[in-house]
Nanobody
Framework: QVQLVESGGGTVRPGGSLRLRCVASGSVFRIYDVGWHRQAPGQERELVAHITPGRNKWYPESLKGRFIISTDDAKNTVFLEMNNLQPEDTAVYYC?????????????????WGQGTQVTVSS
């Protein structure tokens, strides 16, 4: 089985920065697409960053230039660097990954989610 664990959240002042980390553990044979999502109270969960196996990256237009997704493939880790944070960025942030656990696992690979890490931006 595969587990995803996020860390790095916390409380910051407006204009501050945080780097979130998501580590995949357990039986990990290959990781495909990875995304970061966030959900504020009373709001729908939204995709804030996506990276493909070819390392193409996508961000919603409103977050381009502020959020950066990156990986450390050797450590099965994905990061989300968040800069110039604003109160509107307050949410629980989740990582999501498509993972094949073993070489002989039948298609499709499974979609895994972490438990989330809280980010609060407050003056």
């Amino acid at each position: 089985q595969v587990q995803l664990v996020e860390s790095g959240g916390g409380t910051v002042r407006p204009g501050g920065s945080l780097r979130l980390r998501c580590v995949a553990s357990g039986s990990v044979f290959r990781i495909y697409d990875v995304g970061w999502h966030r959900q504020a109270p009373g709001q729908e969960r939204e995709l804030v960053a996506h990276i493909t196996p070819g390392r193409n990256k996508w961000y919603p237009e409103s977050l381009k230039g502020r959020f950066i997704i990156s990986t450390d493939d050797a450590k099965n880790t994905v990061f989300l660097e968040m800069n110039n944070l604003q109160p509107e960025d307050t949410a629980v942030y989740y990582c999501n990954a498509i993972v094949r656990s073993t070489a002989d696992e039948p298609d499709p690979p499974n979609d895994y989610w972490g438990q989330g890490t809280q980010v609060t931006v407050s003056s």
